[in-house]
C-alpha cells in the first residue's frame, strides 16, 4: 500500500457491521442518563425551580441546577475561547442567554425516566426582552469578548478600493445575505464522565481530543494525566464537535455531584440550541473593472450574527483578498448581537460564506461586460497571492479550469434557458478555493519484530479517512502490505495531534507520521550498520545497494521487540498553528460547474450534473479524496436550495430543530457527481507534497448554482437558500 | 414580570411542565367516561420475548421503550444508531419480518414476536454479507453513523427489487440522511449489492 | 414521554371494547402518536396497539369500487394492483409520502388522523397555540407562515393538513368507514377533517373510542395523477400539492375532480373550477381561467401570496398529468 493507491478504508470492517464503538455506544457499570431542562425564553432570569414532580417519577434520582454545580477552578480563566467555544456555562447561574439553554440537568437510572423527568421539571422564569441578531445594529467586534476575532483580520485594506471601484468604467454593487444554518452531523453530540480518585475519563465524540483535555483541566484544576479522554469514532463534526460546548463540562460536573458516571445524548433538538451554527450572514460586494474584465477594486464588507456572549466571527471577506489579482482591496468584518446561540465554524468556514458573495458578484459583473464567467476569471488569475504579493506554495488552477471546462462541456453548453419539458436548464460555474491551516501534531510508529506496525496518535476519527490515511503514509515509508499496519487514535493517552478539522490532519498529522516513519526506517538502518538515508524498504526487508535484511533478522540481532520513532510537525515559530510554509502563502484551489433544471411555474430547483475539478497538493488516497469533494460539492447544493434554521422574531427561537421542518439534501437530490484532480505536488508543503482538501468541495456551489439558476430563467437570487417561494416570484 | 409578546401567553411560555401539554388531549378528543373495560388488560411493565438476529432474548420494560432503546440500552446491540428519535433520519432502521422500519418508531412491546433483524445479524461469522461487502468497495460511508442504517435499508430496497435504475434506488433509499453525503457510493453500492445477488 | 400502559387488540370487538377506557389512545403504525407522546403533544394514559388485529389490512375489490382496511401499511396500499392500475392518484400520492420505512409502518387509517406540521404546534417547549392548548392564541399569526394555509383558516388556526393520501382521496371521493359502540359512520374524506372555523382545536371529527375500519373508494380512476412539490426531491412533506381524477370522451374532458393539499385544514376540492373544466380540453388555454375560479375564495396570509401562485399552476400541471396517465 503506498501514497497515491486507491485504497478501502480501513473501517471498513467495523463501520459496515455496526462494531465502530461511537460515544454514545459506550454504556459504563452504575450511569445514570441525563437528560437537560431548556430555557423556553430567549433572554431573562430563572425565578425558580421546582423539581419535585420530576423527582416523583420512578427512577429519577437527582435534578440539579445551578446551586448544585460546583464552580469552575481559577484556572479556568486562562483558557482561550476557542477551543472552549464559550466561557458562558449554564447551570453557574440564574442568567439566561439564549433559549434552549440548560437551566437543570435530570439524573436517572433509565433514558426514558430522564426525559420525561426533564419534562416534569416547573421553571419560572422573568422573561426579558429578546434582541434578534438580524435586526441588531452591526457593529466591531470586541477583542475582549472571547478570542475569535484573534483567528483572522476583521479589516484590511489594500490600495484605495473605493476611489478604485468610483473610477471604474463598469461597477456593480450588490448585498447578499444567507441564513442561520445548522450543520446537523448525523450523530448528535453525546459524552460520557467518570470520575475515579481524583482522575476523570470521558468518551466523547470531538474533533481534537487535546482541546477536551485541555479545557477539563482548566475547569477542574487538574493535570493533563488526570483527564483521560477518548473519541475513537466520531459521527460527523462539520462544526459543532470542533470546539468544546457546556453540555462537555456540565456531563463530568454531574459525575463528580453524584459520584457515579453519567451519560448524556443531546437531542436533535437540543443540537440545534447547544452547540452553535452557521451564523446568518449579511455580504456587501463592490467591484470595479475595466473594459476587458480586469478588477480595478473589491470591497467586501460582512457582518454575522451572533451571541451575547462572545463576538463570534465568520470570517467571510478572505475570498475577497485571496482569489482574484487586484491591486485595490477593502474588507471589513462587523458583527450583530442577540440572543442566540454562539455560532461556530461549519465545513468550509469563512470561504463557504464569502465564495457565495463573491462567487454571485463575479457572475453578475460577467453579465455586465457580457463576458464569459470563466473567460473573466482567467482575465484576474492570481498568479502571486493577492493581498501580500508572495509566491503560492503551489497553485494548478489554470489547468483545473481547462480540465474542469473539457470534463463538463462548458465552452459548448446549450444555451441558458433551454427547454426540457416544462424545465428549464441553466448552466453556472465559480471558483472553489480554501486556505489552508496546520497544526501542531505528533505521532509514534512502532515497528514489530513480526513486521508488523502500528500508527499513534490522538487524532480523531471524523470520517475523513484519517486513519486509513494514516496507515497508508507508514505503510509507504516502511514498505510494509496494508493489512500489516495499524493504529492507534482518538485516545489522549496517544501522542498529541492536531485537530481534525479545517482540513489540516494529512498535512499536520500526516507529516508527523511521515517523520515517525522515517525515523523508525533510520533506527533500523543503524542498527543494520547503513545509513540511513540510503536504505530502501521492500516486502519486510530492509535494503541497500542491493543487498535485503528481513527486518525480524535485524530485530533479533539486535536483540529488540521493537523499534519505535517519534514524528513531530510544528508550525512556523512554534506556533500552534500556522497558515502554510512561511513566505510561501497555501491554498487549495478548484472550479465547479453545474447544470440545474427549474420549473418556474412550480418554483421547483434540481441539480442535474456538476464536475468540479481541483487543483489541491498530492492526492494520498484517490477514492477517499473523491468522496471528501462529492461530499462537498452536496455540501454546497443543501447550503444553495435547502438549508436554513429560522429564528422566530417573537418567541426568539429556532422555529424548527428537527430534521423534518428543516430540510438537508436526500439521496434523490444527487445525480452523478464528476470530480478530478489536477497532478500537482507541492514541494513546499513538507515531505507528502500533499494539502488538505476537505472543505474545498463546499466552497462555491452555492454561488455556481445561483449563476445557474440566473442562467436558465434571467432570476437573480441573492439571498441563500433558494427556494420555491423565491423562484416563483421571478 | 416583563413578557416578550402580548400574543404570548404566560402560562405556555413560562411553564415547562408536562402537565399543560397533557391537559390538550381532552380538548382534543371528547373523552367520555363510559363503562370503562377491564383494567387488567392494561399492563404498566410488559415482559417480553424478542427474536433478534435469530435469538431469543427476556427482557421487562415499561411500554414506552422503543424497539431502538432496547436494543441499544438494555440488549447492548449498539450498531443501530440514533440520529434524530423522530423518523426523520433513517439511522434507527432495522428488519422487522424482513421489511425495513424505523425502530425510534416502534414500541418494543409490538415488536415482540416479530422477527427482528439488525445490523449485527448481517454477517456470516467472519464473512460480511454482499451488502457490506459493496459499501466497503464503493467507499458508500465516511463517518460511517449512518451507515448502519443504510444498509439495512438497502437490504430491504434489494429485496423489494426497487433497484430498476440509479433513479429508483435514490428515491428508495432516500429514507436515510447522510450528512457526510455519501449519497453517490451509497447509490453505486446498492447498484452493485443488488447486482451480485440476482 | 410520560409513561402509560398498554394492550394489545386482538380482534375489532376487542379494540372497540378496549377503546372505551378513559384516556386512551389507538396505536396503528405508531409513526405519529410515538412522536406526538415524545413532544408532549398528547400523553395518553393507556395505549391499545392495533396491529394485531386481524382482519383489517386487506385491500379487496367491493361492488363499484375498492375497500382498503385501515390498518393495511401505505406501501401495501400504494403497490396493490387495484391501487395501482385503478387508482394511480392514489398510489402515487403515498408513495411520495415519507420515506420507504415509514410506510412500512404507517397505516392507510392512521394517516388521515396525523396532525398539522406547523413548526410552532410541533415545538418540544410548546408555544402559543390554540391547537396545542385551546385559547393560548395562534404563534404563527404574528410569527413565520410562509408555508400556511391559503383556504379557509381564520386568526385562530392559520395552519394546513400536511397528508397526501387524503388529497388523492378527497378527488376520489371516498369515504373513511368508522366503528364504535355507540354505531359506526361512513365519514365523507372531504368531510373528515375540521376547519378552524368549525373548532380551531380539532383536527379530525372523530370521537374517542371510534376505531377506522377501512377507507371505501367508488369506481376506478385509471386517468389521474398527484403531484407534490416540495423543496427537496424526497421524504419531505408537501409545500403545495394537487391530485386530479379525469373522465374523458376522446379529447375532452368530461368529468374532473381536483383536490388541492397543504393549502387548507383538509384537501381543497376545486368544485367551481370542477364545473368549468368539463367539456375542455386538458391542454387548453381556459383550463387556466377554469381554474381562477376557484381562487376567488383564495385567501393568502401574509406570508402565503405565493402559495396561491403556486397552487393555481400546480392545479393546471396535475391537469396536464392526469390526462395523459
Ligand atoms: C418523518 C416523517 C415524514 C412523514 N412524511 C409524510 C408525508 O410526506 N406525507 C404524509 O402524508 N405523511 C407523512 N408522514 C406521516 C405518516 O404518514 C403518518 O404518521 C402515518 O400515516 C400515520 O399512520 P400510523 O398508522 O403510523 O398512525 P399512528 O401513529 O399509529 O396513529 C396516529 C393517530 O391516528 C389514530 N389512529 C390510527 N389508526 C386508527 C384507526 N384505525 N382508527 C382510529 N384512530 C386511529 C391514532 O390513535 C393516533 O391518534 C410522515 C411521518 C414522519 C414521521
Ligand atoms: S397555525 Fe394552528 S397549529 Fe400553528 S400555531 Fe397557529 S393555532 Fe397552532
Ligand atoms: S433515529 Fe429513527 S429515524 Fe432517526
Ligand atoms: S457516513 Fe457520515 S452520515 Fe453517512
Redesign the interface.
Given at each position: 500500500m503506498a501514497i497515491g493507491d486507491i485504497i478501502t478504508r480501513v473501517d471498513a470492517p467495523t463501520k459496515t457491521t455496526g462494531q465502530a464503538i461511537y460515544a454514545n455506544d459506550v454504556n459504563l457499570r452504575g450511569q445514570l442518563y441525563a437528560a437537560f431542562v431548556g430555557a423556553t425564553v430567549p433572554s431573562g432570569r430563572i425565578v425558580s425551580i421546582d423539581p419535585a414532580a420530576a423527582l416523583a417519577i420512578p427512577g429519577v434520582v437527582r435534578v440539579l441546577t445551578e446551586a448544585d454545580m460546583p464552580r469552575p477552578a481559577p484556572s479556568f480563566a486562562d483558557l482561550y475561547v476557542p477551543p472552549l467555544a464559550t466561557r458562558h456555562i449554564p447551570l453557574q447561574g440564574l442568567e439566561i442567554a439564549h433559549e434552549g439553554e440548560p437551566v437543570a440537568m435530570v439524573l436517572a437510572e433509565t433514558l426514558e425516566a430522564a426525559e420525561a423527568g426533564a419534562r416534569a421539571v416547573d421553571v419560572v422564569y422573568d422573561a426579558a426582552a429578546f434582541t434578534d441578531p438580524a435586526l441588531a445594529e452591526p457593529v466591531d467586534p470586541d477583542p475582549g469578548r472571547g478570542d475569535y476575532s484573534f483567528l483572522d483580520i476583521a479589516e484590511f485594506e489594500k490600495g484605495d478600493a473605493a476611489a478604485a471601484i468610483a473610477a471604474a468604467p463598469v461597477r456593480i454593487a450588490r448585498t447578499y445575505t444567507q441564513p442561520s444554518r445548522h450543520s446537523n452531523p448525523m450523530e448528535p453530540c453525546a459524552v460520557i464522565a467518570e470520575w475515579s480518585g481524583g482522575r476523570v475519563t470521558i468518551h466523547d465524540t470531538i474533533q481534537h481530543v487535546a482541546a477536551l483535555q485541555g479545557v477539563i483541566t482548566g475547569v477542574f484544576g487538574l493535570e493533563m494525566d488526570q483527564v483521560h479522554v477518548r473519541s475513537i469514532h466520531c459521527g460527523g463534526g462539520f462544526g459543532p464537535k470542533g470546539f468544546i460546548w457546556p453540555h462537555q463540562i456540565l456531563v463530568p460536573m454531574a459525575a463528580r455531584v453524584v459520584g457515579r458516571p453519567v451519560k448524556l445524548a443531546l437531542t436533535r433538538a437540543e443540537m440545534y440550541a447547544l452547540v452553535g451554527m452557521q451564523p446568518h450572514m449579511v455580504q456587501e460586494v463592490e467591484l470595479g473593472a475595466d473594459e476587458n474584465g480586469r478588477l480595478l477594486g473589491i470591497s467586501h464588507i460582512a457582518s454575522n450574527e451572533t451571541g451575547v456572549t462572545e463576538d463570534y466571527i465568520e470570517f467571510s471577506t478572505v475570498p475577497s483578498r485571496t482569489y482574484y489579482a487586484c491591486d485595490a482591496i477593502y474588507n471589513r468584518q462587523y458583527i450583530r448581537r442577540g440572543n442566540v446561540t454562539l455560532p461556530t465554524y461549519q465545513r468550509s468556514p469563512a470561504e463557504g460564506p464569502g465564495s457565495w458573495a463573491l462567487g454571485s458578484a463575479m457572475d453578475e459583473l460577467a453579465r455586465e461586460l457580457d463576458m464569459d464567467p470563466l473567460d473573466l476569471r482567467l482575465a484576474n488569475y492570481a498568479d502571486v497571492e493577492p493581498s501580500s504579493g508572495e509566491p503560492w506554495s503551489s497553485k494548478m488552477l489554470r489547468e483545473a479550469y481547462e480540465m474542469g471546462a473539457e470534463r463538463f462541456g462548458w465552452r459548448n453548453r446549450p444555451a441558458g434557458g433551454t427547454r426540457d419539458g416544462h424545465w428549464r436548464l441553466g448552466y453556472g460555474m465559480a471558483d472553489s478555493s480554501q486556505g489552508t491551516q496546520r497544526y501542531g501534531s505528533s505521532a509514534r510508529v512502532r515497528l514489530r519484530a513480526d513486521g508488523t506496525a502500528v500508527v499513534e496518535s490522538s487524532f480523531s476519527d471524523i470520517g475523513t479517512g484519517s486513519a486509513t490515511v494514516m496507515r497508508q503514509i507508514a505503510a509507504d515509508i516502511l514498505g510494509l502490505d496494508e493489512s500489516a499496519v495499524s493504529s492507534r487514535e482518538g485516545d489522549s493517552v496517544l501522542p498529541e495531534a492536531g485537530p481534525t478539522w479545517a482540513s489540516a490532519t494529512v498535512i499536520s498529522t500526516g507529516t508527523a507520521v511521515h517523520r515517525a516513519a522515517t525515523e523508525v526506517r533510520g533506527r533500523l538502518a543503524r542498527l543494520a550498520g547503513w545509513p540511513a538515508d540510503a536504505v530502501g524498504v521492500e516486502n519486510g526487508a530492509l535494503t541497500h545497494e542491493g543487498e535485503a535484511r528481513p527486518i525480524r533478522d535485524i530485530l533479533a540481532e539486535a536483540g529488540v521487540s521493537e523499534v519505535s520513532g517519534d514524528g513531530t510537525f510544528t508550525p512556523n515559530g512554534g506556533e500552534f498553528s500556522d497558515a502554510g510554509p512561511e513566505g510561501f502563502p497555501s491554498r487549495v484551489f478548484g472550479v465547479i460547474f453545474v447544470e440545474v433544471a427549474v420549473d418556474p411555474e412550480l418554483g421547483l430547483l434540481r441539480l442535474r450534473r456538476a464536475t468540479g475539478v481541483y487543483s489541491a497538493g498530492r492526492i494520498i488516497n484517490p477514492r477517499t479524496a473523491r468522496s471528501q469533494m462529492t461530499g462537498g460539492i452536496i455540501w454546497g447544493w443543501g447550503m444553495a436550495a435547502m438549508e436554513q434554521s429560522r429564528l422566530d422574531p417573537v418567541l426568539g427561537r429556532w422555529l424548527s430543530k428537527d430534521l423534518a421542518g428543516v430540510a438537508i439534501p436526500t439521496n434523490a437530490d444527487i445525480p452523478e457527481l464528476d470530480v478530478a484532480f489536477v497532478d500537482e505536488f507541492d514541494e513546499r508543503s513538507g515531505p507528502l507534497g500533499a494539502k488538505g482538501i476537505g472543505e474545498l468541495g463546499a466552497t462555491g456551489v452555492a454561488a455556481a448554482v445561483a449563476n445557474a439558476v440566473y442562467d436558465a430563467i434571467g432570476l437573480r437570487v441573492r439571498e441563500l437558500p433558494i427556494t420555491p417561494e423565491k423562484i416563483l416570484a421571478g | 414580570m416583563k413578557i416578550t409578546s402580548p400574543k404570548v401567553s404566560r402560562r405556555s411560555l413560562l411553564r415547562g411542565s408536562a402537565a399543560a401539554a397533557a391537559a390538550s388531549l381532552a380538548h382534543a378528543r371528547q373523552v367520555s367516561a363510559q363503562n370503562a373495560p377491564e383494567e387488567s388488560a392494561f399492563e404498566a411493565w410488559i415482559d417480553l420475548r424478542l427474536t433478534v438476529n435469530g435469538q431469543a432474548h427476556a427482557l421487562t420494560v415499561e411500554p414506552r421503550v422503543t424497539l431502538l432503546d432496547a436494543l441499544r440500552e438494555r440488549m447492548q446491540l449498539t450498531g443501530t444508531k440514533k440520529g434524530c428519535n423522530r423518523g426523520e433520519c433513517g439511522a434507527c432502521t432495522v428488519l422487522m419480518d424482513g421489511r425495513r422500519v424505523n425502530s425510534c418508531l416502534v414500541l418494543a412491546a409490538s415488536a415482540e414476536g416479530r422477527k427482528i433483524t439488525t445490523i449485527e445479524g448481517l454477517a456470516d461469522g467472519d464473512t460480511p454479507h454482499p451488502v457490506q461487502r459493496a459499501f466497503a468497495e464503493a467507499d458508500a460511508f465516511q463517518c460511517g453513523f449512518c451507515t448502519s442504517g443504510q444498509i439495512m435499508s438497502a437490504m430491504a430496497c434489494i429485496e423489494e427489487g426497487h433497484t430498476g435504475s440509479p433513479e429508483e434506488i435514490r428515491e428508495w433509499m432516500s429514507g436515510n440522511l447522510c450528512r457526510c453525503s455519501a449519497y453517490p457510493q451509497i447509490t453505486a453500492a446498492v447498484a452493485a449489492a443488488a447486482e451480485e445477488l440476482g | 414521554?410520560?409513561?402509560?400502559?398498554?394492550?394489545?387488540a386482538g380482534s375489532r370487538a376487542e379494540a372497540l371494547?378496549?377503546g372505551?377506557?378513559?384516556?386512551a389512545a389507538f396505536?396503528a403504525?405508531?409513526?405519529e402518536l410515538?412522536?406526538w407522546?415524545?413532544i408532549?403533544?398528547?400523553?395518553?394514559a393507556?395505549?391499545i396497539?392495533l396491529?394485531r388485529v386481524e382482519g383489517l389490512d386487506a385491500v379487496e375489490e367491493i361492488e363499484g369500487g375498492v375497500r382498503i382496511g385501515a390498518l393495511a401499511r401505505l406501501n401495501d396500499v400504494a403497490q396493490n394492483p387495484l391501487i395501482a392500475e385503478g387508482y394511480p392518484v392514489l398510489s402515487h400520492a403515498i408513495l411520495r409520502a415519507?420515506?420507504?420505512?415509514?410506510r412500512?409502518?404507517a397505516t392507510i387509517g392512521g394517516n388521515p388522523v396525523q396532525r398539522v406540521?406547523c413548526?410552532y404546534f410541533?415545538?418540544?417547549?410548546?408555544?402559543?397555540?390554540n391547537?396545542?392548548?385551546?385559547g393560548?392564541?395562534c404563534?404563527a399569526?404574528?410569527?413565520?407562515h410562509?408555508r400556511h394555509a391559503i383556504f379557509g383558516w381564520t386568526e385562530d388556526c392559520v395552519a394546513v393538513h400536511p397528508a397526501d393520501p387524503p388529497v388523492a382521496l378527497a378527488a376520489l371521493d371516498a369515504v373513511i368507514v368508522t366503528d364504535h359502540?355507540e354505531g359506526g359512520r361512513l365519514i365523507p374524506v372531504r368531510e373528515f377533517h375540521v376547519l378552524p372555523s368549525q373548532n380551531p382545536?380539532?383536527?379530525d371529527v372523530?370521537?374517542?373510542?371510534e376505531l377506522i375500519v377501512g377507507i371505501e373508494l367508488p369506481a376506478p380512476a385509471p386517468r389521474s395523477a398527484y403531484?407534490k412539490?416540495r423543496?427537496?426531491?424526497?421524504?419531505?412533506?408537501a409545500?403545495v400539492s394537487a391530485a386530479a381524477a379525469l373522465e374523458m370522451d376522446g379529447g375532452v374532458i368530461r368529468r374532473a375532480r381536483v383536490a388541492l393539499g397543504s393549502v387548507a385544514m383538509r384537501p381543497w376540492r376545486l368544485v367551481a373550477a370542477e364545473a368549468r373544466l368539463a367539456g375542455l380540453a386538458p391542454d387548453a388555454p381556459e383550463v387556466a381561467d377554469a381554474i381562477d375560479a376557484s381562487f376567488a375564495e383564495a385567501r393568502p396570509l401574509s406570508g402565503t401570496e405565493?402559495?396561491v401562485?403556486?397552487a393555481r399552476?400546480?392545479a393546471?400541471?396535475v391537469i396536464e398529468l392526469a390526462a395523459e396517465a
Open positions: - | - | 414521554m410520560r409513561d402509560f400502559s398498554y394492550a394489545r371494547d378496549l372505551q377506557a378513559d384516556d396505536l403504525g405508531g409513526t410515538i412522536n407522546m415524545r408532549g403533544i398528547n400523553a395518553p393507556r395505549v396497539d396491529a415519507a420515506s420507504a420505512q415509514i412500512n409502518l406540521r413548526p410541533r415545538a418540544n417547549e410548546g408555544a402559543p397555540c391547537k396545542r392548548e385551546p393560548s392564541g404563534a399569526l404574528n410569527g413565520i410562509d359502540p382545536a380539532w383536527h372523530l370521537r374517542a373510542g403531484l412539490i423543496e427537496r426531491e424526497s421524504y419531505e412533506y409545500t405565493w402559495k401562485r403556486l399552476n400546480a393546471r400541471r
